[in-house]
């Protein structure tokens, strides 16, 4: 009977799904996961929510025990256990008991590498001072929490605008703490396309959050009992406490000792099964290279779901089974106060970033359920696609409710190689407390399909400034015009358009706006066929205020 040893170093999302994979697939065999923090398996993306009091029984951010994973799966997990070094020829690691201070060694015959990754902390003066953390381990939260109580914190600067720190913002203002949020990027969520992330700014600073974008981190000096964050442009920012959310960096050491084969992104490269430059060695989690499915670079995406895929496929290809790894499209959802942020694919800007041409994005700004049932909250849609074939290659939302769900949607679009015009055509469920019988799905299938097919030629917002031989009509009502209006547009009602073709200039582009966009694409739809060379500027005057909004000032 086969029985083989495999150890597992790390646990947590990839090396604990591996362990328990591998278990279910070779019933004999030894399998050891070591993990150099106190658990093997928790749910760190919860870790902001405790530290809010949102999740107040640590216990629950507990997802697997050592006893758990002994009593069902026969699984030996070590905790507080360091695997210092990788002898390849000869198969074996050597491994530090954290707790007796002695190190041994284990035979391998199967070594999967799930180390993770750590928080960036730049080497800038200062910041090691006490009352900076970072937040990555239920130890880290537990200190934070220590913090917050014991030196009664009044002022916080969060630093990083992404993930982890747009979470700590929320959850520190919800424990009635003033927050600054400081971030490089000159908008927050760096990972979306500039004008998205506007609302979300938006709602940051209605619920009192301070921004200061465009702006890094210089140091840190003691202040009294706290802390004064220094920035690049000479700003000051008093705190009791700072959360450095800055992202993270694969920890690859061990397998750059090991002499592993390190990608682009400096990562450990694998293949689609999982396994690194050694066969006998594979690699799942943060601390991985792994392809992105629309762009075909490589990247690293530090989530949790990947993770958990990649540990599958490594205990599927050490088991014989030759799974495969298909690559990550970027898909992501965060909650910030009343807000939910979704992406999934690529963004208008990465794709620009690498030379990519021949793709366009529309927006819109539908209901997230019919109209008349109540409650209803508006979705800000956008969508990318190619021109060539109408191939989707990324949508980012944001709004209320039920933002999640479309993007869900259309990352399962993106996995099939869909098109905009497979959105038109998707069968999705409605009642009107759910959604609409032309769910925000399938319009944003339709709006693209109408682009594609001619029907709704497009108009670029960015180029509002530079836009020449170019009349700008407005078909809103006069009253939605005299309260608002973009400056140098011409008023034609949509209800008029057909008595006022008079008023519009024979000659040049007409690009035409209402409020979400609908009105507009009505009233390209007749213009053009009385001979006017009429545009759409997609998504309306909301998307105009939100790309105004993210504009750098």
Not at 241 to 252: A, F, K, N, Y
Not at 253 to 270: F, M, N
Not at 344 to 367: F, N
Not at 382 to 397: E, R, V, Y
Request: aromatic share 6%; glycine share 10%.
């Amino acid at each position: 009977m086969e029985k083989k040893r495999a150890l597992i170093v790390g646990g947590v999302a990839g090396g604990a799904s591996c362990a328990a994979r591998l278990r279910r697939l070779k019933e004999h065999w030894e399998i050891v996961v070591f993990d150099r923090g106190p658990y093997v398996s928790f749910a760190n993306c919860g870790l902001p929510y405790y530290v809010g009091d949102v999740i107040a029984d640590e216990r629950k951010l507990l997802v697997a025990s050592p006893e758990l994973f002994r009593e069902r799966f026969a699984i030996d997990v070590r905790t507080d256990s360091e695997v210092l070094s990788i002898d390849r020829a000869g198969q074996t690691v050597i491994v530090r008991d954290l707790k007796g201070r002695r190190d041994y060694q284990e035979r391998y015959d199967a070594l999967v590498l799930s180390p993770g990754g750590r928080p960036v902390r730049p080497p800038i003066p200062g910041i090691d001072l006490p009352g900076i953390f970072s937040l990555r381990t239920i130890p880290d939260s537990r200190l934070i929490r220590s913090w917050l109580v014991e030196k009664n914190v009044q002022r916080a600067v969060v630093v990083g605008a992404g993930f982890i720190g747009l979470e700590m913002a929320e959850n520190l203002t919800r424990r009635g703490v003033e927050v600054t949020l400081i971030e490089l990027a000159e908008q927050v969520m760096p990972s979306l396309d500039r004008e998205m992330a506007a609302p979300i700014a938006e709602t940051l600073q209605r619920k009192g959050v301070k921004l200061h974008l465009g702006d890094g981190v210089a140091g840190f000096s003691p202040d009294g009992g706290g802390l004064t964050v220094a920035t690049r442009d000479g700003s000051r920012f008093p705190a009791d406490l700072v959360i450095l959310g800055m992202g993270i960096v694969p920890e690859t050491s061990l397998a750059a000792d090991a002499g592993l084969t390190l990608g682009q992104t400096k990562a450990i490269q694998v293949d689609t099964e999982m396994q690194t430059s050694d066969p006998h060695i594979w690699a799942v989690g943060d601390a991985i290279e792994v392809t992105h499915v629309v762009h075909g670079t490589p990247h690293i995406v530090p989530l949790a779901g990947p993770a958990n895929r990649q540990g599958r496929v490594a205990a599927d290809s050490i088991a014989g089974r030759g799974s495969r790894f298909r690559g990550v499209q970027s898909t992501a959802v965060c909650g910030v106060f009343d807000q939910v942020i979704a992406q999934t694919g690529a963004t208008e800007k990465l794709l620009a970033e690498r030379a990519q041409s021949d793709v366009a994005s529309i927006y819109l700004h539908p209901g997230h359920h019919v109209g008349y049932y109540p409650g209803a909250r508006p979705i800000h849609l956008k969508l990318t696609f190619s021109l060539a074939d109408g191939k989707i290659l990324g949508a980012q939302a944001t709004g209320e409710a039920g933002v999640e769900r479309r993007i869900d949607v259309i990352a399962m679009a993106i996995q099939m190689g869909a098109t905009v015009y497979d959105l038109e055509e998707a069968e999705l469920c409605y009642a009107p407390q759910f959604g609409a019988a032309k769910d925000p799905v399938n319009m944003a299938g339709m709006i693209a399909a109408n682009v594609l097919r001619g029907d709704m030629p497009l108009a670029s917002w960015r180029a509002l400034d530079q836009r020449g031989d170019v009349t700008l009509v407005d078909v809103r009502e006069p009253n939605e015009f005299e309260s608002e209006h973009i400056p140098g547009a011409l008023s034609l009602p949509l209800s008029q358009l057909r008595q006022g073709l008079d008023k519009l200039p024979q000659g040049g582009e007409l690009w035409l706006y209402c409020r979400v966009g609908q009105r507009a694409y009505y009233a390209v739809r007749a213009l053009r066929q009385h001979g006017f060379d009429a545009r759409n500027l997609s998504g309306g005057l909301l998307t105009y205020q939100a790309i105004i909004a993210s504009e750098p000032h």
